[in-house]
């Protein structure tokens, strides 16, 4: 049999952020009581009428122009009919045969090249509720809180060959969407959920096999998995002569494996018609220009042009670019003046792991753009060193106070009096006669040692520069 190849296409979900729900005004918040946030129109109430969120159709338009899709003027809202303990009205609002977007080429960056995926639509949708099976014994519970919290769906070509191409693009995906502030994409939170269509054929084929759909997808390293799991199950399979049935499937994290959930549906099965309770949605030509002008930089370009304009490295560029936050806060420390690339040493250094030690992000750290300036100009000009200039960091972080205000009041400015030097080199020396004694029989690396206890010795105030001038000197003389 000649060699199998994988096909793979995804439907990401993304839910909208916005306060409100799709069609009503119940709040979309997270991680409230069960069941608090709900209405007679998310419930499905009878003589209960939807009426759609502005919000969410430009946070949806806005996702769809920077994807490079076509934004249709007009697009028509369907009932999607199904059956499930948490979709209260039986059908779940969607779009179906004209959706809001089609088209587009999402570019993904991979190691060996680029791989351009082709997007096939982008449409709105309300989210269905939850169900619980471990809040009660011998029971499921079903909580509607997240009954009509608005998504958008993204529907990519068959396109994928690889299971890393797929965590790239989502990983890149992610990362524009933030970008977007669109939405927040906390898989934990089921702000991000994946589906993945699957099946193989033999290598250089253009016809599609059989299909199965992956579900309970929670991270990227978990779609990564189970993609490979269940190629590789269909590989053998059609190896052994078999047949892949067509079927939706679970991901099963703890066990690496995946299980039936059922035959996989097909449209007609949801019996799909017009919303009667909805006009069609249109987009006017002033709305779509409005939304397109105010797109942000998008994160491969703002990467390039950090290289280009600030002359960073490649990597410099992509760490400080890999979100909206870092790479705002990063132009506003150099509008302060700082070099960049040392505003970039900071910011990558000491700042970033001052903010993953607190958790949260670069947008909610208390020392802001302009404090950063000021710190790392006081070591610049020598008023401070380096180590003393993260303690100031560190405590700008924990008080609030101005870095020239710390170091003023508790006395951190950097000595570079030559007498004071001279006195702490003179005592170190002193205190150590047997180490001066292996430096001038060659160890020269003791020399390091002796800086740092001077260092030590003057609580790191000492000007290394001039610690170094005087002690070299000193070590040279015969005398000590």
């Not at 589906?195 to 978990?222: C, H, I, M, W, Y």
């Not at 190896?239 to 679970?250: F, I, R």
């Not at 250094?349 to 208390?366: I, N, Q, T």
């Amino acid at each position: 049999m000649s060699k199998l190849e994988a096909v793979i296409g995804l439907e990401v979900h993304i839910q909208l952020s916005t306060e409100r729900k799709l069609f009503c005004g119940d709040l979309t918040r997270f991680g409230d009581a069960p069941n608090t946030h709900v209405c007679p129109v998310c419930l499905g109430l009878p003589g209960a009428l939807p009426v759609l969120n502005p919000h969410a159709v430009e946070l949806a338009v806005k996702a769809a122009l920077a994807l490079g899709c076509t934004v249709h003027p007009t697009s028509i809202f369907a009932r999607k009919n199904y059956f499930y303990p948490d979709l209260p009205k039986g059908y779940q609002i969607s779009q179906f045969d004209r959706p809001l977007a089609t088209g587009g080429i999402f570019p993904v960056e991979m190691e060996d090249g680029v791989r351009e995926i082709r997007i096939r639509r982008i449409h709105m949708e309300e989210d269905a509720g939850k169900s619980i099976h471990d809040r009660f014994e011998g029971a499921t519970a079903v909580d509607l809180n997240r009954t009509g919290t608005p998504l958008v769906e993204l529907v990519s070509e068959p396109d994928f060959r690889t299971p890393a191409e797929v965590r790239a693009y989502l990983q890149q995906l992610k990362q524009i969407i933030e970008y977007l502030e669109v939405s927040d994409c906390n898989m934990e939170e089921g702000s991000l959920r994946v589906d993945a269509n699957v099946s193989v054929r033999p290598a250089g084929s253009q016809g599609l096999g059989t299909k199965t759909e992956l579900k309970n997808l929670n991270s990227f390293s978990g779609v990564e998995k189970a993609l490979k799991v269940e190629i590789q199950r269909q590989k053998a399979l059609v190896a052994e002569g078999g047949q892949v049935a067509h079927q939706t499937l679970l991901w099963d994290e703890a066990r690496g494996q995946v299980r039936t959930m059922r035959s996989k549906e097909e449209s007609h099965d949801y019996r799909y018609f017009p919303e009667p309770d909805l006009p069609p949605l249109v987009v006017g030509d002033a709305e779509m220009e409005r939304i397109r002008g105010a797109l942000p930089e998008l994160p491969s370009t703002r990467r390039a042009r950090f290289e280009g304009d600030y002359g960073l490295p490649a990597y410099d560029a992509g760490v400080l670019t890999a979100t909206r936050a870092t790479a705002d806060y990063y132009e506003e420390v150099t509008r302060g003046g700082v070099a960049p690339k040392t505003a970039s040493n900071w910011i990558m250094g000491p700042v970033l792991a001052a903010v993953k030690e607190r958790g949260g992000d670069l947008g909610a750290y208390p020392v802001r753009p302009p404090g950063l300036a000021e710190l790392i100009a006081l070591v610049e000009e020598g008023t401070i060193s380096q180590n003393v200039g993260k303690e100031v960091l560190a405590r700008m972080a924990e008080g609030g106070r101005g870095a020239r205000e710390i170091v003023e009041v508790e006395g951190l400015a950097q000595v570079s009096d030559a007498g004071a030097l001279e006195g702490w080199i003179q005592e170190v020396l002193e205190a150590h006669p047997d180490e001066l004694a292996r430096f001038r029989g060659g160890e020269a690396r003791l020399r390091g040692y002796f800086m740092g206890e001077v260092m030590k010795r003057s609580g790191g105030k000492a000007d290394p520069k001039e610690v170094n001038r005087i002690l070299a000197q000193r070590l040279q003389s015969p005398e000590g």
